[in-house]
């Protein structure tokens, strides 16, 4: 912007100015014209005014429209003909808009710098004739037009151009104006040119220093600013930076703390999972203490019957022996009985023989004698009748086996009732002695492994490596290594200390799984020492060797 208007102030003074002619309806005048240019058509007014003794007497011809500008020259040699000039160009004004934008900070104006005019060279004096402006060729050189087509479309403060043409004379055409031909209009162009050149002069120093002073003091004022802001930006930088550093610890602290809290977790998780394991191995301890509660309670109870049922069985021996007792007696009753039935025959065959060796006897004797025999024979009947049952008895005793059937008493009925419920109980006694048996082979199964895990734990703090020895497999490599030689011995001897060492060991079974003859136990091995406390994740196979559980393998 600063270039352009400089170039608007830039023009050649060619000596004599007119003011071109304007039609009517474009004349209007201008408010924005500097006063310069009035003092410059004033004194070219004043120029064209002719002295009487130059003015011609023929022809009038106005003052205004007399313009030395368009003289030609002095006709000595024959002057060429003037080439045609082209046609009177349009006074064109223009009005650009210029954008509404916030006005920038004062800019230095460059004042328009007055350049002089080179002097052509003297001719002679000569009259020259004084031709009407109607006849002279207009020459017109758009020079002002041309520097308002360069300005840009867009301004910061609104203003109207407008442009117009004049029509010029080549310098080499123009003659050399004089101080008797111009006379006093010269004189006064001359000092109004000095007097507007020192003005110009005097504006341009002053504005010159004012604009010198302030770019100082807008150089310093940047220069500081710009130090300002690059201790600011380097203490941004410095604050940025330790905030950084700052968010890195936070960072670095913020995964300790969640490694930690992870850590927590995992321990929690643990410790839970042996809470679960160990409340629900002291379910099964409870449950099988109270089935053992229960089936010691169910054993008293049967000790008790079965101490009445062995005093019932030594009442029915008891019975079983009277019996015998009263069987011999009858059967020696029986005997008996059997003889006097002999001795009763031979006493009726006696007397039948003495009837017959005595004859006929009298009736008296008769009677005696007939009744003799029929009291004889009703003995001998009743003495048969006997016998008969007595062996009906001694049959049915042989019948049953030699066990003795009583009658059918109220004391026969309950004692067959009570061997009856002897024989139940006996066979639910051995029921139960077996489910007994069973839970007691399942509770040393499941309770053999911990209780092998424990003893070797106590071992290994005991510092025996002999003891340790005991509660390994024959397939287990710390056997092997035991067994091979001394020198392997040895190995494991001194491995074996530098293990004890390092403190007591404590054990927390966390899982087992037994799996017909091999168990698994996952567990935390706790290892306190003067060095500190050591936490171990183990692993320990257990397998089954008649009846005890001895270790396979093991891994922390």
């Known amino acids: 912007m600063t270039e352009e208007k400089d170039s608007l102030f830039e023009f050649e003074d060619t000596g004599i100015h007119q003011q071109p002619e304007q039609p009517k309806d474009e004349q209007k005048p201008s408010e924005e014209k500097p006063a310069a240019s009035e003092s410059v058509e004033e004194e070219a007014a004043l120029a064209s005014e002719e002295t009487p003794e130059e003015a011609p007497q023929e022809e009038d011809v106005p003052a205004e429209e007399i313009s030395f500008e368009e003289l030609p020259p002095v006709e000595e040699p024959p002057a060429p003909e003037p080439e045609p000039a082209p046609a009177k160009p349009e006074i064109v004004r223009k009005e650009i808009p210029v954008a509404k934008t916030p006005s920038p900070s004062p800019k230095p104006i460059s004042r328009p710098q007055i ?6 060279q003297a001719k002679p004096k000569t009259r020259m004739p004084i031709k009407s402006a109607q006849a002279r060729p207009p020459v017109s050189k758009p020079i002002a037009e041309k520097q308002a087509e360069q300005e840009p479309k867009e301004k910061e403060a609104q203003e109207e151009l407008v442009v117009q043409t004049e029509r010029t004379v080549p310098p080499q055409e123009q003659p050399a104006p004089t101080l008797k031909k111009s006379g006093k209009g010269a004189l006064v162009l001359a000092i109004l040119f000095i007097i507007v050149a020192g003005v110009f002069g005097y504006l341009y120093y002053d504005t010159n220093t004012k604009l010198t002073k302030e770019n100082s003091e807008l150089s310093a004022n940047l220069t500081k600013t710009e130090n300002e802001l690059a201790t600011t930006k380097k203490q941004w930088a410095d604050e940025v930076g330790n905030a950084k550093n700052e968010i890195n610890s936070l960072n670095n602290k913020l995964k300790e703390e969640q490694a930690k809290a992870i850590s927590a977790k995992k321990e929690a998780d643990e410790l839970q ?8 191995l ?6 099988k203490s109270s089935q053992i509660i229960q089936l010691t309670a169910e054993i008293g109870q049967l000790k008790e019957r079965n101490e009445e049922l062995e005093n019932e069985k030594n009442t029915l021996n008891r019975i079983k022996e009277d019996t015998k007792l009263q069987m011999e007696s009858l059967t020696k009753l029986l005997d008996d009985k059997m003889k006097e039935l002999e001795a009763a025959n031979r006493q009726i065959n006696n007397l039948k023989t003495q009837l017959q060796k005595a004859g006929t006897p009298s009736s008296e004797e008769a009677e005696d004698s007939k009744k003799k025999i029929d009291e004889l024979e009703r003995r001998l009947s009743e003495k048969d009748e006997e016998i008969k049952d007595l062996q009906k008895t001694v ?7 030699g066990e003795i059937k009583l009658p059918k008493t109220a004391l026969a009925e309950r004692l067959i009732e009570t061997e009856e419920r002897l024989k139940r109980k006996q066979k639910e006694l051995m029921t139960v002695q077996d489910s007994l048996i069973k839970s007691e082979k399942e509770r040393k199964l499941f309770v053999s492994p911990l209780k092998t895990v424990y003893d070797w734990v106590a071992a290994n703090n005991s510092h025996d490596i002999r003891q340790v020895a005991r509660y390994y497999a024959p397939t287990s490599d710390f056997w092997k290594r035991w067994t091979s030689g001394e020198t392997e011995a040895e190995n494991l001897r001194s491995e074996f200390q530098k293990f004890t060492a390092k403190g007591v060991m404590k054990v927390d079974v966390t899982r087992i799984l037994i799996e017909g003859d091999r168990a698994t136990c996952w567990m935390s091995v706790t290892i306190e020492g003067p060095s500190g406390k050591d936490v171990y994740a183990s692993k320990m196979v257990l397998i089954r060797d008649n009846d005890e559980w001895k270790i396979e393998d093991e891994g922390f």
Request: glycine share 4%; net charge negative.
């Open 395 to 401: 049959e049915e005793m042989k019948k049953s086996s």
């Open 115 to 120: 350049q002089p005019q080179p002097q052509p």
């Open 282 to 287: 002291y379910e099964k301890e409870r449950e």
């Open 273 to 280: 999972a042996k809470y679960d394991g160990m409340k629900e």
